[in-house]
């Protein structure tokens, strides 16, 4: 075995150990299929609002730009999936990644635990570590590392596991051996395209995040377009429609880390307890949440939207 493949093992070691789904690993080099699909869907105009999807154009396409003298990427997958639902089927509703803990600081303080583990038992390894936080295109380079593929609504998706995990990465300077992409598995299937009530899929594969609920919830600071009003499904904070009707997800198994764990208090409210919602319950209930992004007026903005 070479040392390459020697120190792949040994980083997918610590990977499995720290308790990530799944790690991949591709060498860091530009991302040449990526970048004309990069450049049309913001000459688009498909991020709305969000500026910085714009900004380092070039580091979001080769992370030697992003770090220096890196030679590889190493993704990894962290299961989010819940082990139960709200209670009031008529409440509104949260994405499941926000239930517990922002995932930003629970997944990035796992991340510096693997690279202190790396450096411990391989040696003077540098780099950056990444979790939905930089410009780097975390799907992309998953896929690339062969831990699932971009399915048509635009989500990683994984046989063994669907879909319902956050993305993150470390950027290394070391030489590893490198995985190969899987194929694409959504066949003829259309369901998320044909469920999104908002119409944000202008065609397979292809998403105008400007037309989604949860740009509209979480990333746009203006008033929410009159012309959606009636389309949300009951959504206060991001969408999961279109994994919820994706077939891969029917093997998704609940996570096991206490931090995802949601306050129970949140999964027993109340529609009227939504409509009531005070500045200090929302506090107590998303304190050191996601939900935290949109802020107590954003979520009232939501909650009215949907009245």
């Known amino acids: 075995m070479s040392g390459a493949a020697q120190h792949a093992a040994i980083v997918k070691q610590i990977a499995q150990d720290l308790g990530f ?3 991949g690993i591709s060498k860091a080099d530009f991302l040449e299929e990526e970048a004309p699909r990069l450049e049309q869907w913001l000459t688009q105009n498909y991020h709305g609002e969000m500026g910085y999807m714009a900004r380092n154009f070039d ?15 190493v993704s990894l997958l962290f299961n989010y999936f819940p082990n139960s639902l709200p209670t009031d089927e008529n409440a509104p509703k949260v994405a499941r990644y926000a239930y517990g803990k922002d995932y930003h600081r629970v997944v ?10 790396i450096q411990t038992k391989i040696g003077a390894v540098e780099g950056r570590v990444f979790v939905d936080s930089a410009p780097v295109l975390e799907k992309a380079w ?16 994984r046989k063994q596991n669907g879909s319902y995990f956050f993305i993150a990465e470390i950027i290394i300077d070391l030489e590893l051996e490198y995985d190969t992409a899987v194929t694409d598995h959504c066949g003829s299937c259309t369901a998320c395209l044909d469920a999104c009530p908002t119409n944000a899929f202008v065609a397979p594969y292809q998403m105008d995040a400007s037309k989604c609920i949860s740009y509209f919830t979480i990333e746009l600071k203006d008033a929410i377009p009159a012309e959606v009003k009636g389309q949300f499904d009951n959504w206060a904070f991001g969408c999961d429609i279109c994994q919820e009707v994706c077939p891969w997800n029917r093997f998704s198994q609940p996570h096991s880390e206490p931090d995802f764990l949601p306050k129970p208090e949140l999964m027993s409210m109340t529609k009227n307890d939504w409509e009531d919602i005070t500045e200090e319950v929302f506090n107590r209930l998303f304190e050191a949440s996601a939900v935290q992004r949109t802020g107590f007026e954003g979520l009232k903005r939501n909650l009215a939207f949907l009245k």
Do not use: Q, Y
């Not at 580091?59 to 990427?73: A, F, I, M, W």
């Not at 998953?142 to 998706?157: D, F, P, Q, Y």
């Open 21 to 23: 789904m799944a790690c």
């Open 59 to 73: 580091k979001r396409l080769d992370p030697r730009k992003l770090v220096p003298g890196s030679k590889s990427v």
């Open 108 to 117: 990035k303080d796992k991340l510096f635990a693997f690279m202190h583990e």
């Open 142 to 157: 998953a896929a690339k590392s062969g831990l699932g593929w971009v399915g048509k609504n635009t989500n990683l998706i």
